[in-house]
């Protein structure tokens, strides 16, 4: 078993991307089974993503990768402002510590810069990662994506010193 200790977290490059989006899709597939249906979990994560849409999405944010050796074992993406859009770790590495370290990572590098308040929109899975976390739940939002309903949650910490 693999421990947060034995990661290095360093910056997204873009040879990552192909790594990335597979992970995601792995983790959303295997790891929301129990909150989500087939349906709602290939609207969030299609088997055939689009690459050039990622490398798009990607390219607008602060992105930190995990690994353990060569294996990459999670990311976090999150904008300047303190937006954090994507926490996500491979299913094989899940509940190691991975995304809290990451977490860290990002959030201490946005209170280098300044920011004095983190935001996002967890799904149902994630909002106990983000409550043990500090967040808090400002408002439940019903989304469809894709035709798929979800419910999620718009959270918010502020960042105190």
Request: aromatic letters at 10%; a negative charge.
């Amino acid at each position: 078993m693999t421990t947060a200790t034995a990661i290095t977290i360093r910056k997204y490059r873009i040879k990552d991307l192909s790594p990335v989006v597979r992970l995601f899709t792995d983790s959303v597939h295997e790891l929301t089974a129990t909150a989500y249906d087939e349906t709602q979990r290939y609207a969030w994560a299609s088997r055939t993503p689009n690459l050039d849409t990622w490398q798009d999405r990607l390219a607008s944010l602060e992105t930190l990768v995990a690994e353990d050796g060569n294996a990459l074992a999670g990311f976090i993406s999150y904008e300047a402002g303190g937006a954090i859009d994507l926490v996500f770790t491979a299913p094989n590495y899940a509940r190691q510590g991975i995304a809290s370290a990451l977490y860290q990572e990002a959030e201490q590098q946005l209170r280098e810069k300044g920011v004095k308040e983190l935001e996002t929109e967890a799904s149902v899975i994630a909002r106990p990662f983000f409550e043990k976390h500090g967040f808090e739940v400002v408002e439940e939002q019903q989304v469809t994506i894709k035709g798929a309903h979800f419910l999620r949650f718009k959270m918010r910490k502020e960042l105190q010193g």
